[in-house]
RNA sequence: GGCGGGGUGGGUGAGUGGUUAAUACCAGCAGACUGUAAAUCUGCCGCCGAGAGGCUUCGUAGGUUCGAAUCCUACCCCCGCCA
């Protein structure tokens, strides 16, 4: 029965979004004595931008710092320079000792909007690495075999179909391995993928006559293309320091089958709510879309605020639903009264600036006095400089398509003619206002 | 150290002297459709140019040739086998 109790008192903390802990009992028998556990914590600082796939651990340190524990934070300003051994880019530049440092203060103004800072000590890793000899090396490494090392899925996986391991990454493991020993971890947080290293760590500390750590693993949260893990180089992540609206949007664009994961690993909403909306989906009595825009609103509200996701989400209902023009939106400024020697006067093909071309009013317009126009802009130009196109080509390939519009209306030319106030459009989501400027 | 294989556009991967800005697939972008997403259909998918056309690209640097991703030389990198 006490057992029992144990697991429903921690049954948030060691059950929700949690795929396996080793070893749980004595993880329970941990969090039972009472004792301030030191909990792992790692951060590459070659890296410093968090995405909502390293949040799920992050929310679990959180719920394990709202129970007294103390977090260590390492910086591994050494591991940083092996390279995370993803197979990528093999080489990386060694950092400076200077960019180390403003990277890791731009990863940790992200860490504390989710960790509690005041329960965090930040440690370096080169507080012990930088007094590493070589005897040092050889008498880590020579505590593993490459035989122990390919066992590890994706030296494995590499090892087998040809493609190359450098003999440093080995030490990755190993480094980490003895942060845990120098710290003297309690529990080690880290995705599927870090599994290994983390047992490797519990090797480390048996061998120098510590208890090992307890290891605890989180789910790899599915980016927004909905199949690979979220991660920055695959372009398929949401960054914890995006705009509300970015956030939001990017939240309703992956697909419905993630929702569920997406609410489980980043937001507190209850079990017993998510286990309604499951059940709301498979029955088909409530829109997906619904239920996607509940957890955008408490994803952008847990990294912004409540007022923010209301707005985000007004914003979303506006641009990307009805297809309107969003309030604020980027502006490039032309004199009316001098078009060709004004403000971005290289744009103008022809000014002619008397009365208005067909077509060219946008709604309210007219009331009082014509609007000024010029008769010819370069429109790739204008997307150029607004960066809302990669080159010319893209631009007019895009006009060829009829992606583009001016005030709701597309365009063929890439010579057309705009007035103040006339919003360029392209695709569904960029647009550029034209201003005056006299 | 020896022998062999290989480095092609974001990815996988065809292409062994001209018809190749370079097959195909994936990813991406746009349009249609739509309940967000997806699915489906259509188009696009190096850069410059209104266009004709031009320019740059197949590891790097040279060379052969009227012409090279394709041949030659050197170099760099990766992989395998043998030692």
């Known amino acids: 029965m006490g057992e029992t109790t144990v697991v429903d008192d921690y049954g948030r ?129 020579s505590k593993f075999t490459v035989a122990q090392m390919l066992q590890r899925d994706d030296f494995a996986k590499r090892y087998a179909s040809g493609r190359p391991i450098a003999i440093t990454e080995f030490l990755y493991p190993l480094l980490q391995a ?73 939240v309703m664009s992956i697909p419905d089958d993630l929702m569920m994961d997406y609410f489980e690993l980043l937001t507190d909403v209850d079990d017993d709510m998510l286990t309604d909306y499951r059940r709301m989906i498979s029955d088909g009595s409530k829109n997906p879309m619904e239920i996607k825009k509940r957890l955008a609103r408490e994803i952008v509200a847990e990294f912004h605020d409540e007022k923010a996701a209301v707005e985000a989400e007004a914003h979303f209902e506006r641009v990307v639903q009805k297809r309107e023009t969003p309030e604020e939106i980027a502006e490039i400024a032309f004199s009316f009264a001098s078009p060709t020697s004004g403000p971005n006067a290289k744009l103008v093909v022809f000014p002619f600036s008397v009365g208005w071309g067909p077509g060219y009013l946008g709604p309210g317009d007219s009331i009082s006095g014509l609007p000024r126009v010029i008769s010819r802009v370069d429109i790739p130009g204008i997307l150029l400089a607004k960066s809302l196109v990669k080159s010319r080509t893209e631009a007019k390939r895009l006009i060829a398509q009829g992606a583009v519009t001016i005030d709701s209306r597309a365009i063929h030319e890439s010579e057309e003619g705009v007035h103040e106030g006339s919003v360029i459009k392209v695709g569904k989501r960029r647009f550029v206002k034209i201003v005056h400027a006299d």
């Open 178 to 250: 003895y942060d845990s020993v120098v710290i003297e971890a309690d529990v080690e947080f880290g995705g599927t993928d870090q599994k290994f290293n983390c047992l490797v760590g519990r090797e480390l500390q048996q061998m120098v006559g510590q208890p090992p750590q307890q290891v605890f693993l989180m789910p790899l949260l599915v980016g927004t293309d909905g199949k690979q893990k979220m991660s920055k180089s695959l372009e398929n992540y949401i960054a914890v320091d995006e705009p509300p609206s970015e956030m939001y949007g990017k």
């Open 13 to 141: 903390l060691l059950r929700r979004g949690v795929v396996e802990i080793i070893v749980e009992e004595e993880l329970i028998k941990l969090l039972e004595s009472g004792r301030k556990l030191r909990l792992k914590q790692g951060f590459d600082p070659s890296r410093p931008d968090i995405h909502l796939g390293h949040v799920v651990g992050l929310r679990k340190l959180r719920q394990f710092q709202e129970l007294g524990h103390q977090l260590i934070l390492i910086v591994g300003d050494w591991t940083a320079q092996i390279g995370d051994p993803s197979g990528e880019s093999a080489t990386r530049p060694m950092l400076s000792a200077e960019a180390v440092r403003a990277n890791a203060e731009t990863y940790m103004k992200q860490f504390f909007k989710v960790v509690d800072r005041e329960k965090t000590k930040v440690v370096w890793q080169s507080e012990w690495f930088g007094k590493f000899t070589l005897a040092d090396v050889i008498t880590l490494t």
